[in-house]
């Protein structure tokens, strides 16, 4: 049961991750916090660290429900996160070392999906609590790995959460 939950985890946060998250227009912001979340993500995947990875998808509260959701049906949180880790840096054994250029950032201006993934993530863990997205931003991002001769182009979105950046994963 651990290691489906886990598959089920790494994949959807891995394939989702990349994908669009709405409306856009060309505005800055002046804090880069928002490609920031996305070269601490690769970092972590480089690491294998299971804990940054973590955090830069979803908030404490998210996590914190998560794992009480796996300790209450019996599945230990250290090794679910150490197969998450490992299913995330897996394929850059052979790949090689991952790297991310940000080639484009647009400033979102309607939050109203990201707002809804937001409320719906805290839902799924029956989590109360005032979350509100202030900023979100879509970022057109090149992927490379050292052994690999073709890059990934990905547009993804970041958002902005109580002070904290993380990637919107749907």
Avoid: R
């Avoid at 985890?9 to 996305?38: I, L, N, Q």
């Avoid at 299913?87 to 940000?102: F, P, Q, T």
């Avoid at 999906?113 to 509100?132: A, G, P, R, W």
């Amino acid at each position: 049961m651990k290691k489906i939950i886990a598959g089920i985890m790494a994949v959807t946060m891995t394939t989702c991750m990349f994908a669009s998250c709405g409306d856009k227009d060309d505005s800055e912001s002046s804090s880069k916090g928002y490609e920031k979340v996305v070269t601490d993500f690769v970092k972590a995947a480089n690491d294998k660290d299971a804990d940054a990875l973590l955090k830069s998808m979803m908030p404490s509260k998210v996590i914190d429900g998560y794992k009480t959701m796996l300790e209450d049906s019996g599945e230990d949180w250290d090794d679910t996160k150490d197969e998450f880790a490992d299913m995330i840096s897996g394929g850059l054994e052979d790949s090689g070392k991952l790297s991310v250029k940000i080639n484009e950032s647009k400033k979102l201006d309607d939050l109203s999906e990201v707002q809804e993934y937001v409320d719906d993530m805290y839902d799924s863990f029956d989590i109360e609590d005032d979350h509100e997205v202030s900023e979100a931003y879509e970022l057109d991002v090149v992927l490379s790995a050292e052994n690999e001769d073709e890059d990934n182009e990905e547009t993804i979105c970041s958002y902005k959460l109580d002070g904290d950046w993380y990637l919107m994963l749907d």
